[in-house]
Structure formats: C-alpha cells, structure tokens
C-alpha cells in the first residue's frame, strides 16, 4: 500500500514537471516565462480567495472601499470617519485614481493589477536567483495565497500592492540609484509601514550585489564583512533623501497648506493604550501574525534551524558568505517589527511587508540544500492551497476570504445566509 501510495506521488510529480516543461523551456526571453507563471499564480489566487461581493455591493457596508471611492473625487477630501482619517497621508494612489477618472468600482483597477505585477517580479527574483522553473512557479502559488499577494486581489479597499511593487521593482532589476527618490517617498505615501520593506530591500540589494561577481570595483574597506561599494553608497543616499522628502510631505500635509491637517488621534491613542489593549485580545493578534503567511513561515523557522547548526567561519568558507550574520540582522528587524505592529489591528496586513524576510529565507534555503527545499516546497504550497486564506477578529472569529465559486453563490443566491444558518457569523464582517 505505501509503495503504491509513493508511486502514485512519484507519477503526479512527473506531470507537474512535465508541465513546468511545456510552459517554459522553449521560451526565447526570461520574460515570457515569468508573465505565464504570473498569471497561473494569480488565477490561482483570485479563485481560492476572491473579494467579498456581498458586501462591497452594498454601499453602507463597503467598509475602506467607500472612502477610496470618495478620495478618487477628491484625494483632499478629510470629511472622513475618524478611523480613515489616516488615509489623508496616503494620497498616492487616491490620486492616480484621480488624474487618470478611475471612478466607483474602477479604484480596485491599480491595486489589482499591482498584485498581478508583483507576482511577476516576484517569479522574476525567484526563477533568476534559482534557475528552476518548477521550483519557482510552485513557490509562486504559495506565495500567492499568502495576504501579501491576496490582499491586493480580495480586499479592495486596501492599497498596499502599490506599496509592494515599487519595493519589489529594485530587487528584479537593476535600477539608477535615483529610482530611490521617487519610490520610497511614493510607496511611503501610500502606507507608512513600506519603510521596514525598504530596511528589508536594503539589506537585499546588499547581498544580490555582493554575491555579482561581475560589479564595480571597491570602495573602501570591509563592514562588518560587507563589502562596501559605490552603488551600495548611492543607493543607500537615494533612499535617505526619499525619506527626507516623505518627512517634508508629512510636514506639508500636517501645515494644511491644501486641506486641513488629518485628525489621526485615534491611531495615535493606539499606543498609549497598547498595555490596556494587548492583555485582552493577544490571542487574536498572534493568530493574525501567522495568518499573513501561514505555512510559508516555515521556509525562515527551517532556515534558522540549518543556520544554528554551522558557525559563521564554515559559511563564509563554504560560500563566501557569512549567511549566518546576514539573516541574523533580518530576523532581528522582523522581530522588531513584528512587536511593534501589535498595536494594530490589522496584523496580517501589516506582516505582509516582512516580504523581503521571507524571500531571503527561501532564496537562501535553495542555496544550501536545493533538493531539501524543493521537497519542502511542494507540501507549503499543497498547505497554502488546503487552507484558506483568513485572518481573525478581536474575538476570535475567523473571517475568510471564500473561494469564487462560493462568492457568486452567496451574492447571487444567497447561499449560505439561507440554507447554511451555521456559517452566518462568516458573512457579517466588513472588509478594512
């Protein structure tokens, strides 16, 4: 029976690849490969986790999405509910909406189309850094189901796929260092948490450059064996002074020069009242932690593992790299991070931009045990795709982004509400 069982496995293996093959091995540009895994990807994505129709048809229960729709009107707009008052300082994409008419239910057009371009980055970086096709479409769709690609598809009041690309564009291509000073104060005006992606991207152009063979001369001595170069120099400058001006931004904003100052005390108030706020719903909070990426944090927790077996002196013998001391600065920003989101409510969401973090851990996996991970790689997927794609209220309640079968169903049908009482609690929840 268990030979059985293995062969079966062995045979359903052998198609995957077989397909993998066909879709890509006969590709002339890199390109193509990566818009055909994209677009499987993100197929695959909006089908196991697509928007909550049923309430984004109805205007009072639109949640966020009805704010977007208004600054698309007007991205000055601050006749705003105290909670979204924030969203004064995240112009950005209300005000492409804006200049390019994108009215009513069109405002979900450039986040959307955001996740579906950073899956191709994202298979870009993989296929690249791996050369394995299978590897990297089968990563992809895990990925894809996580709330870092899944947000952007199934809660259409969110923005942060914009975010993501302009984070994500450096890290697939090469890019002028002046790249910088446009997209970290752009990703920042669309939401503030972008600044640990750009600490994350930083310390991944560090590495992808060093491991270059092929890249400009030094300059200057070794930092904490890292070798500092020009394009590190400038890069890092270019950021610093997008910084700068996303601080200036937030000044202007804050003056009211164009429109009067957003009113974000009830954001602010989150931090004095964090120790009031913690004790009583910590459970809900940890379980949004994990549910950003559920099984994929696996990749890091076995990367540390196989880290903590070997010193930094068999790392940099072996590959020219002290991957041990590296990663060991990721995890300590992830974790930083990771403490300091707490006092929001949207965890999940704000897990979501430890991106990089998870990236380097499969990256780095494949570069010490290529046949361990592609093993590993394929059950996380087959998790990711078993498990829906959720995250929970302050009590508990699991809230769910349904497959799109079950949404037509439920919005057309009332499926669900009137045959399947069980599952009310599912449906009563506005998308934020």
């Not at 818009?35 to 205007?59: D, N």
């Not at 909406?97 to 970086?125: A, H, K, M, Q, T």
Request: aromatic residues 20%.
């Amino acid at each position: 029976m268990k030979f059985l069982f293995r062969k079966y496995q062995l045979n359903l293996i052998n198609k995957f690849e077989n397909f993998f093959l066909r879709i890509s091995d006969h590709e002339e540009y890199g390109w193509r490969v990566d818009v055909k895994f994209a677009l499987i990807a993100f197929l695959i994505s909006i089908f196991f986790a697509f928007p909550s129709l049923w309430l984004y048809f109805q205007p009072d229960r639109a949640g966020r999405l009805l704010y977007q729709m208004l600054l698309a009107e007007n991205p000055l707009n601050r006749d705003l509910p105290p909670i979204y008052q924030l969203l004064g300082y995240r112009f950005l994409v209300p005000s492409l909406n804006y200049f390019l008419g994108l009215r009513g239910f069109f405002v979900v057009v450039i986040p959307v189309l955001s996740s579906l371009v950073n899956l191709f980055l994202l298979s870009r970086i993989i296929r690249t850094r791996t050369n394995n096709n299978s590897f990297t479409l089968v990563n992809l769709i895990g990925l894809s189901l996580t709330w870092f690609i899944a947000e952007g598809t199934a809660f259409w009041g969110t923005t942060d796929s914009v975010s993501h690309l302009l984070i994500l564009i450096p890290a697939a291509y090469k890019v002028n260092p002046l790249y910088f000073i446009f997209a970290i104060p752009s990703s920042l005006f669309n939401d503030e948490r972008s600044i640990f992606a750009c600490a994350f991207l930083w310390l991944f152009l560090i590495r992808r450059d060093l491991m270059n063979n092929n890249y400009l001369k030094e300059n200057g001595s070794n930092l904490f064996n890292l070798k500092v170069t020009k394009n590190l120099i400038l890069t890092t400058c270019s950021m610093v002074i997008g910084f700068i001006l996303w601080i200036l931004g937030r000044y202007v904003i804050d003056s009211g020069i164009f429109a009067s100052a957003p009113n974000i005390s009830v954001v602010t108030n989150q931090i004095t009242n964090f120790w009031d706020f913690f004790p009583k719903y910590w459970p809900s909070q940890i379980l949004n932690l994990l549910s950003s990426f559920k099984w994929v944090y696996f990749f890091p927790l076995l990367l540390i593992i196989k880290l903590l077996k070997k010193s930094s002196n068999n790392f940099i013998k072996n590959y020219g790299f002290n991957y041990k001391f590296y990663f060991g600065i990721n995890f300590l920003i992830f974790l930083s991070y990771s403490f300091i989101v707490m006092i929001n409510g949207d965890v999940w969401r704000s897990m979501a931009y430890t991106y990089f973090f998870i990236l380097e851990s499969i990256l780095i996996l494949y570069t010490l045990n290529e046949d361990l991970i592609s093993v590993f790689n394929r059950w996380i997927t087959f998790l990711m795709l078993a498990t829906p794609v959720s995250f929970f209220g302050v009590n508990l309640s699991s809230q769910i982004s349904f497959p799109l079968p079950f949404v037509l169903l439920r919005t057309y049908f009332g499926f669900g509400e009137k045959y399947m009482m069980f599952l009310k609690k599912l449906f009563i929840f506005v998308p934020s």
